[in-house]
């Protein structure tokens, strides 16, 4: 057998005992650092939580995002459609359209017959009354 693996003898003139104070103190002092390891290992765990969840909603952006922009592409295309379908001449027609306005020569031609009737009702009132 090597002499490493050998039982080695005790020897009392090497062996240090430590009064009980002592590694009570030394208990007491292990004990806070574990406590405070604990504690920051905690904390670490709960700031690893909170990144998490930041990732999960970067993540969503992203993909809300690309289908903003796909939704973007598409309202593009449909509006150079409708800009192609229009005429080339649409301001010269609006501009007529609006000047001779077509509604109000409608408006003006029934409330001008209205006056003419009414007009023309009490001419017909006044020559009966007349007549009479």
Do not use: W
């Amino acid at each position: 057998m090597s002499d490493f693996l050998a039982p080695h003898p005790i020897d009392n003139r090497t062996i240090h005992i430590m009064p009980e104070t002592t590694i009570d103190r030394r208990r007491d002092v292990h004990e806070q650092r574990f406590g405070r390891i604990e504690g920051k290992l905690d904390d670490i765990g709960q700031s690893l939580l909170i990144l998490a969840r930041i990732d999960e909603r970067n993540v969503n952006i992203a993909d809300n995002l690309v289908k903003v922009i796909d939704t973007q592409g598409l309202h593009a295309s449909r509006l150079a459609a409708i800009e192609r379908s229009i005429p080339n001449e649409l301001d010269k027609r609006l501009g007529t359209i609006e000047q001779v306005m077509p509604g109000l020569k409608e408006t003006r031609g029934y409330v001008m017959g209205g006056i003419v009737a009414g007009v023309g009702m009490i001419c017909i009132a006044v020559v009966a009354l007349v007549l009479r």
